[in-house]
């Protein structure tokens, strides 16, 4: 039987909060498994290293997790609003550990050195794995908090990414260098085996309203026939995953190829700004529940993002390194601090009976985006330089705020 998420906060119990722990940590999994490939390309890209690809290569090869996420979001999303989060958060966590586990274990058995063609196969079908918990973590905090409290809820629950990606920045490059590619992705499969054991601990399922009666049926119609907020919150969360990949894809690689940084000073320099980055998504949730607006904090963001990776394209054009630098440590807050507003108000939008697949559309809108990311930006850097680079994501930004709405119809 399903929990009834008021009763249960107006109680004070734990429970919500667990709930919160739990999916958080499901997403930090996600977020870390999905990182590893962008943290690999400085090795997959090494000119004395075993696979000496090109930077737009190797980004093709980290964009493969990527695409085997987008792809499958919504029907995760079909799942999680069929048979409910739980169920989906354990389908997932499962298989995402196996597939990071099979290729190490073969190589590690057989003495067999696999190509970089099983490396991206891995990392496609462990993004397969990891879309579960977008879509399944994030319609738990919509389900067990109200409203006033969600932005803060799901402000902790989006610093999984920034925290995965910081311990892939960590992790990662040094694991790669020193055990190589293959090997390195037996961390995420242990990663993925804790989510694992905690959601089978402490995840139940929200109680949903009736699907009958006046209000359930309406509850249950289509939001995208006339919840015009809806398609421009989408739109803008689509346009800032630009400014964002750009930061933490080539973070590392400006700081090592551009700056000279060490990759072990620079992956530690990367992780402490998505650390960083984790405590602006919850300032930013703490912000909206005050002020009782989703998107006007959302827009305000999307306006600093612009700025700031505006200021960073110009200041490493003329050399102005400490500034650039600098520069980057805001551009690692400002630029994911929007990722939480517009989750929340999506799933508020689309409500009960269609959060699942309203989140697994939005998520799937963004890694289609995302996923061109990597090789486009990792070209356009060859030809033009990281300037360019820099300055194409603040274009991005600039696009994004007019789309976002002024206020929304919630269903939540």
């Not at 990891?130 to 799901?154: C, D, E, K």
């Not at 827009?299 to 520069?327: K, Q, S």
Request: glycine residues 10%.
């Amino acid at each position: 039987m399903k929990d009834s998420p008021s009763s249960v906060i107006k109680g004070h119990t734990p429970l919500p909060w667990r709930i919160l722990a739990a999916s958080t940590v499901a997403q930090t999994a996600s977020a870390y498994l999905v990182a590893t490939g962008a943290f690999l390309i400085p090795h997959l890209s090494d000119p004395q290293g075993p696979y000496q690809l090109s930077l737009a290569s190797a980004g093709a090869v980290a964009a493969a997790v990527t695409g085997g996420l987008m792809i499958t979001l919504v029907a995760w999303g079909v799942l999680v609003d069929r048979i409910g989060e739980r169920t989906v958060l354990l389908l997932g966590s499962g298989p995402g550990a196996a597939t990071m586990l099979s290729p190490a274990a073969i190589q590690l058995t057989t003495s067999t050195s696999l190509t970089v063609v099983a490396l991206a196969i891995a990392l496609f079908f462990g993004g397969i794995a990891a879309a579960s918990a977008n879509t399944a973590s994030g319609r738990l905090i919509i389900g067990w908090f109200p409203m006033h409290r969600r932005g803060v809820a799901m402000g902790v629950r989006q610093m999984a990414q920034p925290l995965g990606v910081a311990l892939a920045a960590i992790t990662i490059p040094p694991a790669a260098h020193s055990a190589g590619a293959i090997t390195t992705l037996l961390l995420p499969a242990a990663l993925s085996v804790v989510a694992l054991l905690v959601v089978a601990t402490w995840v139940r399922d929200p109680a949903r309203p009736s699907r009958q009666g006046t209000e359930g049926i309406a509850l249950g119609s289509n939001p995208y026939r006339n919840k015009a907020g809806l398609w421009r919150i989408h739109a803008a969360a689509v346009l800032l995953v630009v400014p964002q990949f750009t930061v933490w894809t080539f973070a590392l690689v400006w700081l090592i190829g551009e700056l000279g940084w060490s990759a072990l000073t620079a992956g530690a320099f990367v992780g402490a700004t998505q650390l960083a980055g984790a405590g602006g998504r919850v300032g930013a949730g703490i912000w909206s529940d005050r002020v009782g607006s989703r998107t006007n904090p959302m827009r305000i963001i999307a306006i600093c993002a612009a700025i700031v990776m505006a200021g960073l394209a110009v200041t490493d054009y003329f050399g102005i390194a400490i500034v650039a630098v600098a520069l980057l440590v805001v551009a690692s807050v400002v630029t994911v601090a929007d990722n939480g507003l517009a989750y929340t108000a999506a799933a508020e939008i689309a409500g009960p009976f269609w959060g699942g697949r309203v989140l697994g559309i939005h998520n799937t809108a963004q890694n289609a985006l995302g996923t061109a990311v990597p090789p486009s930006i990792g070209a356009l850097i060859a030809v033009a330089g990281f300037p360019a680079a820099f300055a194409a994501a603040a274009l991005f930004a600039i696009a994004a705020i007019p789309a976002i709405p002024r206020t929304i119809d919630t269903r939540e």
